[in-house]
């Protein structure tokens, strides 16, 4: 069973950076799709990106695409997400997630187990 920590959200003026993190304890996490979600306010928890168990595969929400980066580092058990050129729609709650399987894509019916969430807030 992995268990998920996330860190590194905070308030950020738009155009600005802000780098995710997720540590997971357990013994199975080199063997999980990883990913992080989002929510904002009175809407649905959103897929913003995924990686494959060993690194090899990336997917990302188009509203991200070349904006943020997954990564993981699976000796030290994390996955990242680096943000530059945040927006104000990009406020909300971010969750990392990680999936039943090596490849999780899309859906959070996917991952079964997440993270307590870490908020992100982008100014104007």
């Known amino acids: 069973q992995v268990q998920l920590v996330e860190s590194g959200g905070g308030l950020v003026q738009a155009g600005g950076s802000l780098r995710l993190s997720c540590a997971a304890s357990?013994?199975?996490?080199?063997?999980?799709?990883m990913a992080w979600f989002r929510q904002a306010p009175e809407k649905e928890r959103d897929f913003v990106a995924t990686?494959?168990?060993?690194?090899?595969?990336?997917l990302y929400a188009d509203s991200v695409k070349g904006r943020f980066t997954i990564s993981r580092d699976n000796a030290k058990n994390t996955v990242d997400l680096q943000m530059n050129s945040l927006k104000p729609e990009d406020t909300a709650v971010y969750y990392c997630a990680a999936g039943r399987t090596y490849y999780g894509g899309r859906s959070p019916g996917n991952y079964d187990t997440w993270g307590q969430g870490t908020q992100v807030t982008v100014s104007s």
């Open positions: 990686i494959s168990a060993r690194g090899l595969t990336t």
């Open positions: 357990g013994t199975t996490f080199s063997s999980n799709a």
